[in-house]
């Protein structure tokens, strides 16, 4: 999608909303380089100081990030995720995540178990293989695990058909990917840390075209790796892992 020159009164908004389509429509992916204030300027038609506030706003909402002497960069592909990754990297907040992930994935997972197609399943059985295989203790490979389990719950939400939740869950990626790298960075089970197990379990409800179990096994799951996660942080209010029901 090209830029198109800014018409409406407020043209930091206009500026500001282009911006953000080409980011959350792949056409400026994660790490992409930004064109620079001069060209942002001949490509909008507007003046410097309505790019300067309009890449500040975003730069601030974190999802875009000015790297000194080397421009300007795309971070994240929503304002939602990027606020949710600002939380996460606070170990303390980290736990909040989990309780967000957990009230969609239970959601997900039911929705799965009611409307998943063949070719939903085959997707899930495949992208489980996935998460098997990239199951390691070597902590550079860590990063390998945390995207094949990131897509793997994708593909759960995916196979909900609801396209709001599938949309909310999209603009979460980045905030849900720092809380996956604290619980595989952090002093765990290997059991804990990879719960093959209790992901097979999802899959096996979602084909089964069992909601309640569905439910149940996603809601295990995250249960599992919060209390993981409190263990190391004594401080934390236990009662706080009572908000996420898997009975």
């Not at 206009?14 to 620079?36: A, C, F, K, N, Y």
């Not at 996660?229 to 892992?241: K, M």
């Amino acid at each position: 999608m090209p830029l198109r020159g800014a018409v409406r009164r407020n043209l930091v908004d206009e500026v500001i909303e282009q911006i953000e389509d080409l980011i959350t429509g792949g056409e400026w992916p994660l790490e992409h380089r930004i064109p620079s204030e001069p060209e942002l300027v001949e490509l909008l038609g507007v003046g410097r100081n309505t790019v300067r506030e309009a890449v500040r706003a975003l730069v601030h909402s974190g999802m875009l990030q000015a790297r000194q002497g080397d421009g300007t960069y795309v971070r994240s592909r929503s304002g939602v995720g990027a606020a949710l990754a600002r939380v996460a990297r606070h170990h303390r907040e980290i736990l909040d995540v989990y309780e967000v992930r957990a009230s969609l994935e239970r959601d997900a997972a039911r929705m799965a178990a009611m409307r998943g197609t063949p070719d939903d399943l085959a997707l899930l059985r495949a992208a489980l293989a996935d998460r098997d295989r990239a199951q390691s203790t070597r902590p550079e490979e860590h990063e390998a695990f945390v995207e094949a389990d990131l897509r793997f719950h994708r593909q759960v939400v995916a196979a909900s058909h609801n396209s709001a939740l599938i949309d909310l869950y999209a603009h979460l990626t980045d905030g849900l990917r720092e809380t996956l790298r604290a619980v595989v960075d952090s002093p765990l089970p290997d059991a804990v840390r990879h719960q093959a197990p209790e992901h097979a379990s999802i899959v096996a409800a979602i084909e089964a075209g069992d909601p309640e179990a569905a439910e149940r096994a996603a809601a295990l799951c995250l249960h599992r790796a919060v209390a993981a996660l409190q263990n190391l942080r004594p401080d934390r209010p236990g009662a706080r892992i009572k908000e996420i029901r898997h009975e």
